[in-house]
């Protein structure tokens, strides 16, 4: 890792290692973004996003993916102004090349995404996932993929940052259930490093 005056901001901001491995595990910056800023970028990400509601194949049906998405080159000239201010702050924190970011956009309860694991195949080997958290808290379960499960709980608070490794992405899966609590609108950034090709847009 980097070591600059940035960076010890970040752990100034008090981050939590929920799990370890080789490659930095797990994270969680509470406060990565101040709460007034984290306000102003989910209004703007709202209003101003062509959010996209996909449908997905499920056994032998159609199912709607249960959230709204979009996602943007780090390159795009059209990049929306809230996420190239965010990948600002990244990048004065973590050393990592992000040039991708993918936008979710939870209405309410409702919206959710099922347990997984980011697409090894469109991710670089060692670079870390960046999640940045907008508008209300929403409760991210993270689980080993080997029996017995291991199941860590964490309520992403706006303006929270949570990293997570290349490599736990093959041990781990993570969702963001749904719930029938009254919960807020919410908008996550996935700032990943993708393998694209050069020349290719
Ligand atoms: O909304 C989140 O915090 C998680 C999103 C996620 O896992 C993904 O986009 O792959
Ligand atoms: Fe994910």
Redo the contacts with the bound molecule.
């Keep these: 890792m980097r070591h600059s005056a940035a960076q010890t901001s970040l752990f100034d901001a008090g981050p939590h290692t929920l799990l370890d491995d080789a490659e930095g595990g797990v994270r969680y910056c509470p406060g990565f973004i101040a709460g007034q800023q984290a306000q102003l970028w989910f209004e703007a990400l709202r209003d101003r996003v062509a959010w996209e509601a996909r449908q997905r194949p499920m056994y032998e049906h159609i199912v709607d993916v249960p ?1 709204l ?1 979009a996602a943007y080159r780090l390159d795009d000239p059209q990049l929306p102004a809230p996420l190239a201010q965010a990948q600002q702050r990244l990048r004065e924190a973590l050393p990592a090349p992000f040039n991708a970011v ?3 956009y ?1 209405r309410d309860g409702r919206d959710s ?1 099922a347990p ?1 694991n ?1 697409k090894l195949h469109s991710l670089v080997p060692g670079q870390p ?1 960046a ?1 940045l ?1 907008l508008g209300a808290p ?1 409760r ?1 379960t993270i689980r080993t993929k080997q029996a017995p499960h291991r199941t860590c709980h964490i309520d ?1 608070e706006p303006g929270s940052l ?1 990293v997570m490794s290349h490599a736990s992405q093959r041990h781990y899966d ?3 259930p749904k719930t029938r609590e009254a919960v807020g609108p ?3 950034l ?1 700032f990943r490093v993708r393998p694209f090709e050069p020349g290719h847009r």
Excluded: E, F, K, P
Aim: no cysteine; aromatic share 4%; charged share 15%.
């Design positions: 959230r998405v993918g936008l979710n939870y995404v997984h980011d996932i999640l958290s929403r991210m992403l949570l993570h969702g963001i919410r908008i996550s996935a």
